[in-house]
């Protein structure tokens, strides 16, 4: 079973990225969010299509620290498989700004 990270709008990520709800996702992100995969910036909208929604995406959460902000996660996609990842994420006014994502 997935753990729930302890911060709201996190667990709001994940609950939509596992439910393939493209308007939840985007609902928790700050306007102007960014993201970054492996160390490189990348455009948000653009991988999150390609590798969540189009892809089928999933997050089993294993462990959540930093208050809820930092997760390692078995991540599952049609394209990749599944793969262990590290997510990084931060939060302003209940939304958030960015995530940082990449294998762990």
């Not at 911060?7 to 308007?23: H, I, K, L, Q, Y």
């Not at 991988?47 to 929604?53: A, L």
């Not at 394209?79 to 994420?89: K, Q």
């Amino acid at each position: 079973m997935s753990v729930i990270p302890a911060d709201p709008a996190v667990a709001a990520f994940v609950s939509a990225v596992n439910g393939g709800n493209r308007d939840a996702f985007f609902a928790v992100l700050a306007p102007d969010a960014t993201m970054s995969d492996d160390g490189s910036e990348r455009d948000l909208a653009g991988w999150v299509d390609k590798e969540i929604f189009s892809a089928d995406g999933r997050m089993d959460i294993e462990t959540a620290s930093d208050e809820g902000r930092a997760l390692t996660a078995t991540f599952t996609n049609a394209t990749y498989g599944t793969m262990r990842t590290r997510w990084a994420f931060t939060v302003a006014d209940g939304r958030i700004t960015r995530f940082e994502t990449g294998q762990a």
